[in-house]
């Protein structure tokens, strides 16, 4: 087991260097480049820039030179300093960016992440224990249009019920009096408040495509010749329900649970928008869009290495979970 | 009824017109219809057919556990030797998910099946799997419970049981796997113990070894075995009595003797003939029955097997359902072709 996860890391380096230098040359692809696009800014504003200032501003932040200089300059830092470089846009070091960011991003991908699981396994469990029941036929109603909703469509709706019934939209995480006030129990429960709407809208598209999964996985287990078994042993409907199908049907479930390591990093990029979180999907947003090529460049290498390391943590985990693959660890 | 005349003592378990129904979209299906046999204590009861004729719907009745669709109407009457209170209950009057057929199944009723591959669930050791039955009728104590079934595989002939009982299913070789299955149904003693094709999936010494081994133990334990199997090599090897079932019904019951020397239903004559022999002419192709058995489906009150049958009476078998004739104290057949032996017996 051990070796096989340092053969799995070993093995991800290649990958990630070759993820850096696509994501490095992706970034460069779109005509045109910061200085540029800090230019067409300047220009909307009444301030129109010489050809001979937007040069010297390139020579001033590396945009000159060619674009693999450039890659091997930026990775010469990241993997000697642990520099990622300047975002142009904050005018900060792109990790004093993210880690802005990160707390409440974190926060909110958590606890939507939490939220998603817990009301989607049981509501799977119970769809397909009562398959064409009623109750059935209103949550499967219910997770379809959830699926088909688009979520910052939900998110204007609920803002406005919110905004009709009690006054306030409850945009972004916090009321203005306490963005910048230091943190106490009142800015927490304000917190908590905000984080209501985010929490359903993120997690309900999640949480559809979770219940159908969770309720194919069961309607599967649930006729396999194992519970049979159980039930001529005499166990209750409730002791098979829970060892056997709901046990062996969460083991898909918890294996893509890395996978989402990614999502947990940058949270809901457009509905984030939507509701103005502080959050750091909408500033990946910007930074692709304003062309601040080493802020958006270090958002995707971790992404990617999220992806990657996700990746290793869903395999390890089914590797726990499934005895058949731990055999072969084992064996191994 | 014929055959329990022969038999002085009472069944340990009488199954009396059991009929299964099951709803289809093209109409209602009559998987089991109106089937009786009886179940004596260490005697082994075959109940062959080939697929679809209802041979396992009528054995996991006893113990209910038909998926919800199946519409089940008879008795099943159980007259259990060791348990006062559970003698002459009808098992069919119980609810399914209730306690007390709960606390039969497994305890006095076990079953195995055909396919110890999966009847196992992948994500627990054998042993955890095999105690779970223990410790669901027997004791709560997990190290009696454990010492139970270590003694448990032992009998079945698995060696190393202490390193096995800690093994995945899927570490078992299917034979294994098979005697692991037996050992747990034999866990709590039972009176009765139901194989539904014990043998079909694995090969051919493995199976030789394994109805060897239900052997040993039905002469060790002194329980009942319902063998559901569509080989009548099985049959011969195994049972004391037969019932041959064909769509829904049985068409034929008789001492295994009797069935393989005296066989009088053309289906059981069909099936005798498509047994390969030793000795016999090589070059000659098997017997076959022609043709397939129909869905039981709005099916008009006739013999079921007429569509097939070489002996068919026109305007007779298709024009009502074959009647029940005693052959002998021991031997029943439905079929016209005998209808003038008995008379009298009509049903």
């Known amino acids: 087991m051990f070796q096989y996860i340092i053969r799995r890391i070993l093995l991800a380096i290649p990958v990630v260097v070759l993820i850096s ?26 301030d129109i820039m010489s050809q001979a200032e937007m040069d010297q501003m390139r020579a001033n932040l590396g945009l000159d030179r060619p674009i693999y200089e450039q890659y091997f300059m930026w990775m010469k830092k990241i993997i000697l300093h642990g520099d990622f470089g300047f975002s142009f846009n904050y005018n900060k070091p792109v990790m004093a960016v993210i880690q802005q960011y990160m707390g409440l991003t974190l926060v909110v991908s958590l606890v939507t992440m939490a939220f998603h699981y817990i009301v989607a396994i049981p509501i799977g469990i119970y769809t397909a224990v009562k398959q064409y029941s009623v109750g059935d036929y209103f949550f499967s109603g219910l997770s379809f249009i959830g699926m088909a909703t688009p979520n910052f469509l939900l998110a204007i709706i609920l803002m406005f019920l919110s905004y009709k019934w009690f006054g306030n939209p409850l945009l972004g995480l916090f009321s203005p009096e306490y963005v910048n006030a230091p943190w106490s129990m009142d800015k927490v429960k304000d917190l908590m408040q905000h984080m209501v709407i985010p929490v359903i809208v993120i997690g309900l598209s999640g949480t559809a495509d979770l219940v159908r999964i969770m309720r194919g996985q069961m309607l599967d287990e649930l006729n396999k010749p194992n519970v049979v078994t159980a039930r001529a042993k005499g166990l209750s409907e409730m002791q098979i329900l829970f060892k056997y199908p709901t046990r062996a049907a969460l083991n898909p479930i918890v294996s893509t649970f890395g996978w989402s390591l990614s999502s947990i990093f940058t949270g809901a990029t457009i509905t984030a928008i939507v509701l103005n979180l502080p959050i750091q999907g909408p500033v990946m947003h910007n930074a692709l869009l304003g062309q601040d090529m080493y802020l958006a460049g270090t ?16 395999d390890i985990l089914l590797a726990w979970l499934d005895p058949k693959i731990r055999t072969e660890f084992r064996g191994s | 009824m014929a055959t329990q005349a022969a038999h002085k003592e009472q069944p340990l378990l009488s199954v009396q017109d059991l009929k299964i129904k099951i709803q289809m979209e093209s109409g209602i299906m009559n998987a089991v219809d109106g089937v009786d046999f009886n179940i004596y204590k260490g005697k082994t009861l075959g109940l062959v057919g080939e697929s679809g004729c209802g041979k396992s719907l009528t054995s996991r009745s006893i113990i209910s556990i038909n998926p919800k669709e199946c519409e089940t109407s008879g008795t099943i009457t ?6 006062s209170a559970l003698n002459g209950l009808n098992l069919l009057s119980l609810k399914p998910t209730g306690k007390q057929i709960r ?13 110890p591959m999966t009847a196992f669930s992948p994500m627990y050791t054998i042993g955890n799997q095999i105690m779970e039955a223990i410790r669901t009728h027997q004791t709560k104590d997990k190290k009696e419970a454990k010492r139970i079934a270590l003694e448990m595989l032992s009998k079945v002939g698995i060696s190393d049981q202490a390193k096995r009982f800690d093994q995945y299913p899927h570490e078992f070789s299917g034979g294994m796997r098979q005697r692991a299955m037996i050992s747990m149904a034999l866990s709590c003693n039972p009176e009765i113990l139901i194989a539904d094709e014990p043998t079909t999936a694995l090969d051919v010494t493995i199976q030789a070894q394994v109805l060897e081994l239900m052997k040993s133990l039905q002469a060790e334990f002194g ?13 011969a090897e195994m049972c004391d009595e037969v019932a041959v079932m064909y769509l829904g019904k049985i068409v034929e019951q ?4 009797e069935i393989f020397n005296n066989p009088k239903h053309p289906y059981t004559k069909g099936l005798l003939r498509s047994m390969p022999r030793l000795g016999g002419n090589k070059s ?12 039981p489906i709005n099916m008009p009150p006739m013999c079921g097997f007429y569509d097939r049958c070489k002996d068919r009476i026109e305007g007779v078998c298709n024009a009502q359902s074959a009647p029940k004739i005693t052959i002998s104290d021991e031997h029943t057949v439905r079929c016209f072709l005998y209808a003038d032996q008995r008379e009298g017996e009509v049903q």
């Open chain 2, 254 to 257: 008789a001492p295994v003797k």
């Open chain 1, 21 to 46: 230098f696509i994501v490095f040359y992706i970034i460069q692809l779109p005509p045109g480049d910061y200085v540029s696009s800090y230019a067409a800014k300047m220009s909307a504003s009444g």
């Open chain 2, 284 to 295: 000659k192709r098997l017997d076959s029955i022609e043709g397939s058995v129909p869905m």
């Open chain 1, 299 to 314: 958002f995707l290498l971790i992404m990617a290495l999220l992806t990657v390391l996700g990746t290793l943590i869903s």
């Open chain 2, 223 to 235: 329980m009942a075995i319902l063998l559901v199997t569509h080989d009548l090599g099985i049959i």
């Open chain 2, 78 to 83: 159980y007259n259990s030797e060791s348990e």
């Open chain 2, 103 to 115: 606390s039969i199944r497994g305890r006095k009723i076990s079953m195995i099946f055909q396919e």
